[in-house]
Structure formats: structure tokens, C-alpha cells
């Protein structure tokens, strides 16, 4: 174990918890750690981008660890995301004979981790899987919790399983290659957590954003903290029947704003889409008289600062008009009996789950962030 390692303990009842490691230079030690999960293969699920930096090296230290390895690759970015891209990596599991007793494991980032996690679900009924998660949004977020699932030309992760992992490998170290844009876009998953219910949290990263950018020990620490934070509510509400759904503030906004952006990763990433929402979340609670003004501009400020888009004309293309983001908002996963369920806040560290909003107020405030 490498010194600055850090665990973090998923403790699931029925056999099923499991370990966050969290640290530099894990993925040297993943034929072990895989190994040690007594599997006899292991199908590396990738994309061709991770796949060329770490997917060599990844599958040599699986083989050394006497398990046989298989690599299957899918085309980078959220369209892969998709019935297709399903299919593609099912049929490749079931080309490489990959059984029961064997393992999957995520390499990549977030889409990856959701669509190799649905194809372990899916297979066989059932297999397990690993997430090494590449990206810091899948770190601190995605890889965490066994949501797993793919997109509906109707709406995002519309279609999809719980499946926790076995095990999840976060090698830092792998952060140095992000694109600073993919970075950024993490960083806005980061920041939420300080959101919901943790304002020392959200000051200790206003404080600590340039070192955690630059890959200094804030970086490890900022990514164990967000996995403790999600651990803790995971094992508290696993299917979101109630305080779960408070990870997903920012993400109505955010899930339509994709939906009309068509997923298309040159206008819009998930990150990018999620920094605009929380700041949508918070001046929406404003307006409702919910959120001291001064709590939502400060959010929007720090994710400025961040590099992230804060408002809807910032998005390169145009984010459609309030019905077009209404009509979208109504396929979010929240909705109860046709009705529009927001994570709110009362201000920073404080978001709740407000249900039955009326449609009519979220449209007129839409209509106000559109004239900017």
C-alpha cells in the first residue's frame, strides 16, 4: 500500500460492503488487489482514450497476478452511454466468456464506470465488478454507490441497475492527465458535497481549490472526504427512497440542460452542466425566499473562480428555452406522479427535498435566467 493511501469503508449489510481506496500510484497494485477478490478473469472495460494511456499496463498486472484479462474498448464521451454502447460491451463480456465467479472492471470515467457497471448487472443476471475510476467526477462521485445505468433518448439514466461494486481503486495519480476542462468539470461534484450539508467542508475548498488542482495532498484529501460523505449516505438510503436523493443537487437543471445539449461533450460535460445547476438550485431557492441572496451569489462565485459556467447563456449553442427545459426537467428520475421534486437549500450546507414544486414558478424563473 502506498503511504499516502486512504480507505474508506462501504460496510453494506448481505455480504456486500466494500472498500474506497483513495491515493498516488494504486493502479501498480490492481492485479492484487483484484486478485485477492478470487476471480479467475477479469474483462477490462475502457475507452479508447484511458484505454491507450493505462489499459497496457493494467491488463500486464492482472495477467502477472496469474488471472486471465480481456479488453474492451468503447468510443470516449457520454454516446457511448447508450442502447448501442450497451450492447457492444455485452455481447464483448459474453465473447470473452466472462462467467459468474469473474469480474468486470470499470476503467475510465464516468460513463465508463455507469456502463460497465449496467453490463455487470446485466450479465449472467449478475456478475461483480470493479471501478478504477480515472476521472475526478467518477472519484468523487459516480463510483461510488453502484448506480449504474445508460441514457434514453428521453432523458439521462433512464435505464439502469443498483449494483454495487466489489471494490473501488482511486489512483490520483491519474488526475495528472486530465484535460484541465475535465478536471474543472469534476471539481463542480467536489464542491456539492460541501453544498448538502457540509459548509466547513465547501470553506475548507474555497480555501484549498489551487493545491487541490495542482495535485497537491488536498487533492487525496478532498476525494476521501466526498467518498466518506457518499459512503455514509449510501448505507443509510442505498436506492434513494428518501436522503439520497439529496446528491443529486443541481442535477435536474443539469440532466436537462445534457438532454438538449444532445450530450454532445464539445457544448457540454456532465461537470459543466452540474456547476450550472447548483448555482440554478440556489438562486432558485432565493427567489422562493428559501436561501440568503448573499449564500447563492457565493456559491456562484467560488465555481466561477473554479472555471466553471455559472449561468444558462454561458452554454455554447444555447440551452433551449423554459419550456424546452420544463418539458425536460418532467423525465427526471425525482418526478412523482407527474409532479417536479428539487434538491433546495436554505442556504450553503443545507439542501433539502422539496416536492410537488409548481411547474409554473420553475418556468418563470427559467424565463428570468434566460434574459440573463
Not at 111 to 131: K, M, P, T
Not at 288 to 316: S, Y
Request: hydrophobic share 45%.
Amino acid at each position: 500500500m502506498t503511504a499516502q493511501t486512504q480507505t474508506v469503508h462501504v460496510p453494506l449489510d448481505g455480504g456486500r460492503a466494500y472498500d474506497i481506496l483513495v491515493g498516488r500510484g494504486l493502479l501498480a497494485e490492481i492485479g492484487t488487489r483484484v486478485a485477492a477478490l478470487k476471480a479467475r478473469a477479469v474483462a477490462v472495460v475502457s475507452d479508447e482514450t484511458v484505454a491507450a494511456e493505462y489499459g497496457e499496463a493494467v491488463t500486464a498486472a492482472l495477467a502477472e497476478a496469474s488471472l486471465r484479462t480481456a479488453l474492451i474498448t468503447v468510443t470516449p464521451g457520454e454516446g457511448s452511454k447508450s442502447y448501442a454502447g450497451f450492447a457492444q460491451v455485452c455481447d464483448g463480456l459474453i465473447g470473452h466468456r466472462i462467467e459468474r465467479g469473474d469480474l468486470v472492471l470499470a476503467l475510465g470515467g464516468g460513463v465508463v464506470g455507469d456502463l460497465a457497471g449496467f453490463a455487470a448487472a446485466s450479465l449472467r443476471r449478475g456478475v461483480r465488478f470493479v471501478q478504477a475510476p480515472t476521472s475526478l467526477l467518477a472519484q468523487v462521485d459516480s463510483s461510488v454507490g453502484g448506480k449504474t445505468g445508460i441514457n434514453s433518448p428521453h432523458g439521462k439514466n433512464l435505464v439502469g441497475a443498483f449494483h454495487q461494486p466489489s471494490l473501488v481503486i482511486a489512483d490520483t495519480a491519474t488526475l495528472d492527465t486530465l484535460a484541465p476542462r475535465e478536471l474543472r468539470a469534476g471539481y463542480a461534484e467536489v464542491a456539492k458535497y460541501g453544498l448538502i450539508d457540509d459548509p466547513e467542508f465547501f470553506a475548507w475548498c474555497e480555501a484549498n481549490l489551487a493545491e487541490i488542482y495542482a495535485g497537491g495532498p488536498a487533492r487525496e484529501t478532498a476525494v476521501a472526504s466526498c467518498c466518506r460523505a457518499k459512503a455514509g449516505v449510501v448505507v443509510r438510503d442505498e436506492r434513494e427512497d428518501g436522503e439520497r436523493a439529496l446528491l443529486n443537487l443541481g442535477h435536474t437543471f443539469a440532466h436537462a440542460l445534457e438532454r438538449l445539449t444532445g450530450y454532445q461533450a464539445a457544448r457540454l460535460v456532465h461537470g459543466e452542466a452540474v456547476a450550472i445547476g447548483l448555482c440554478l438550485a440556489f438562486r432558485f431557492s432565493a427567489r422562493l425566499g428559501l436561501c440568503p441572496g448573499q449564500d447563492a451569489g457565493r456559491v456562484a462565485n467560488h465555481l466561477a473562480l473554479a472555471g466553471l459556467p455559472t449561468r444558462l447563456d454561458q452554454v455554447p449553442g444555447g440551452s433551449g428555452d423554459a419550456d424546452q427545459l420544463l418539458d425536460a426537467m418532467r423525465q427526471d428520475k425525482k418526478v412523482r406522479d407527474g409532479a417536479l421534486t428539487f434538491i433546495l437549500a436554505r442556504g450553503i450546507g443545507k439542501s433539502f427535498i422539496a416536492p410537488g414544486i409548481e411547474a409554473g414558478a420553475v418556468r418563470e424563473f427559467l424565463v428570468d435566467e434566460l434574459r440573463g
